[in-house]
């Protein structure tokens, strides 16, 4: 009984290709996000969504949708791939959207694109 | 920029021995400090955290120690285990904000 999961572990695509990558939690926190791990190894937030609302979104390009259809999913959609966008992709969430509260990880999703 | 900074990318320790992560940070606005810790194809899990009005916080064989006019926060492990042997993460956020600020994590190796 994983706490937030995500689908698929790895992902390897042609540029140019449209993708989504799926994370659902069952702890019943109220904010997910998304965290973009990029070659020098920052974790960097992308998104952040509180009861299936928009409250943070970083310098992201508009190829990054997150969809949230419930509190307990944020999904994210990639259109048009480019070989900068692989890195390895982090889900999480939090019983709030205070940054002191301990996030909750997925265990990622590597990204490659050719 | 990077506001929060790991500078070690990697730290080998003997087990039974303390290890020492360093973290440095330049935004004064930061208010509360976290570390994470990282298995391979996990994802990061909370360790222990510290608010900016104290300037160490225990936990078992963690602890944090902020020194606030250095910009600097360190994570004690002692002793060290094999099962410590992982990459460490440290994040900040920002007063009033919603988000955590990570650095680039320092990967800790504890010999037998």
């Known amino acids: 009984d994983t706490a937030v999961s995500q689908t698929p572990k790895y992902l390897v695509t042609q540029m140019g290709n449209d993708k989504s990558i799926k994370c659902e939690q069952n702890l019943g926190h109220d904010t997910m996000y998304w965290y973009k791990q990029d070659s020098k190894k920052f974790l960097k937030i992308m998104f952040s969504y509180n009861n299936k609302e928009l409250i943070i979104n970083e310098t992201v390009p508009n190829r990054f949708s997150p969809k949230s259809p419930d509190k307990a999913h944020l999904n994210l959609h990639i259109n048009s791939l480019e070989l900068g966008d692989s890195a390895v992709y982090f889900c999480?969430?939090?019983?709030?959207?205070?940054?002191?509260?301990?996030?909750?990880f997925g265990p990622g999703t590597r990204l490659t694109v050719l | 920029d990077q506001q929060v900074k790991q500078n070690s990318p990697s730290l080998s320790v003997q087990e039974g021995r303390i290890s020492i992560l360093n973290c440095d940070y330049t935004?004064?606005?930061?208010?509360?400090f976290l570390w994470y810790k990282k298995y391979p194809a996990e994802g990061p899990t909370f360790l222990i955290s510290?608010?900016?009005?104290?300037d160490k916080n225990e936990d078992g064989r963690f602890t944090v120690f902020l020194n606030k006019s250095a910009k600097h926060l360190s994570l004690h492990i002692v002793p060290s285990q094999p099962g410590d042997s992982a990459v460490y993460f440290c994040a900040a956020r920002i007063q009033g904000a919603q988000k955590l600020v990570f650095g680039q994590g320092t990967r800790l190796t504890i010999n037998p």
């Open positions: 510290i608010s900016s009005i104290k």
């Open positions: 935004n004064s606005m930061f208010d509360y």
């Open positions: 999480a969430s939090s019983p709030e959207p205070q940054g002191n509260n301990e996030q909750f």
